[in-house]
């Protein structure tokens, strides 16, 4: 499905204590790269006990992994358009609980990029779903791309994970890239008043693919 990949490289590592909004705190191993094909600046973060999840491979439990894309406006500010800051508020907790990684990848807008992305709340308010607002503005629907994520897990030596997600399209890329993906948990789902169409939205999309295609699960 895809080409070989080139071999990135750990830049830097060091631990940081992490305290997210309610107060939840622990400590992560962060990691940057180099070396990645698109040249942003993605980190991993180890979590729990991630060091012994990486040595019960191959026979146990694969390490628990989350590829987060970027969310300023949920992760950071709290915008209750997406949800994805309570899905990142998820995985940090259950992830340090497991052992395992969390990627935070710069990939802003399904792809798109920060501005674009705000362009696209501006058609939503218009009466477009989250999907037809990015094609609108000459984007395609989702344009997150997941084979610097695939380098990472090679350069931690993570060979096979148990994936934390609801998006089947990340297992599919992951597969693709020679990631072994032995089971998909799926996070919560946080609806409001204010995401209740981004999340039908995901939902129909999630429906279709799965209709197209069988479910790697």
């Known amino acids: 499905m895809y080409g070989a990949l080139p071999v990135a490289t750990v830049r830097t590592q060091v631990t940081v204590p992490l305290r997210l909004p309610d107060g939840y705190a622990t400590t992560a191993r962060v990691f940057t790269f180099d070396g990645l094909v698109d040249g942003r600046e993605h980190l991993a973060f180890g979590l729990g006990d991630w060091a012994g999840a990486l040595r019960r491979q191959p026979g146990g439990p694969a390490p628990l992994v989350r590829p987060h894309s970027e969310c300023l406006t949920g992760d950071v500010f709290g915008s209750q358009r997406c ?25 802003e807008g399904r792809g798109i990029g920060l501005y674009p992305k705000l362009d696209a709340y501006a058609l939503q308010d218009a009466g477009l779903d989250t999907y037809e607002a990015n094609v ?3 984007h395609g629907e989702d344009e997150r ?20 997600s ?16 032995t089971e998909v948990v799926p996070t919560g789902v946080y609806l409001s008043p204010a995401n209740a169409d981004y999340l039908a939205a995901k939902a129909s999309r999630a429906a279709t693919r799965t209709a197209d295609s069988p479910s790697l699960t």
């Open 83 to 107: 949800d994805c800051g309570p899905q990142l508020r998820e995985a940090v907790e259950r992830i340090a609980d497991a052992g395992g990684f969390l990627l935070y990848l710069r990939q």
């Open 136 to 138: 609108a503005l000459g």
């Open 166 to 181: 609801n998006n089947p399209e990340k297992a599919e890329q992951l597969d693709g890239l020679g990631v072994a993906v």
């Open 145 to 164: 791309d997941y084979r610097a994520a695939a380098q990472m897990l090679a350069v931690l030596g993570v060979r096979r994970l148990t994936l934390l």
